[in-house]
Nanobody
Framework: QVQLVESGGGLVQPGGSLRLSCAAS????????MYWVRQAPGKGLEWVSR????????YYADSVKGRFAISRDNAKTTLYLQMNSLKSEDTAVYYC??????????WGQGTQVTVSS
């Protein structure tokens, strides 16, 4: 079964940290770029970060650069997003995705991150 399953979201205070995980199955995880995308309440989808198949190249949205770190463990077929110095504007549902705009896209169900005191 081809799927992505996110976990690790929750409620955190401003300045805090969370680590999101995305477990992949049903496809050759190590062959694909992977993405984190988020959707804040009442807003559209926002690309957050992406990582190449081998894990050596990473890219970030300006809004999270220096605070978030994407990584992957191909042996465990798992994608990660370490989020530090969280702000209220980081509140969103976070999705992991393969080929998010392509014909073979796969999206997870999302995990809620709420940053609030």
């Amino acid at each position: 079964q081809v799927q992505l399953v996110e976990s690790g979201g929750g409620l955190v205070q401003p300045g805090g940290s969370l680590r999101l995980s995305c477990a992949a199955s049903g496809f050759t995880f190590s062959a694909y770029w992977m993405y984190w995308v988020r959707q804040a309440p009442g807003k559209g989808l926002e690309w957050v970060s992406r990582i190449d198949a081998g894990g050596s190249r990473t890219y970030y949205a300006d809004s999270v650069k220096g605070r978030f770190a994407i990584s992957r463990d191909n042996a465990k077929t798992t994608l990660y997003l370490q989020m530090n110095s969280l702000k209220s504007e980081d509140t969103a549902v976070y999705y992991c995705a393969k080929d998010p705009k392509g014909a073979t896209s796969i999206w997870g169900q999302g995990t809620q991150v709420t940053v609030s005191s």
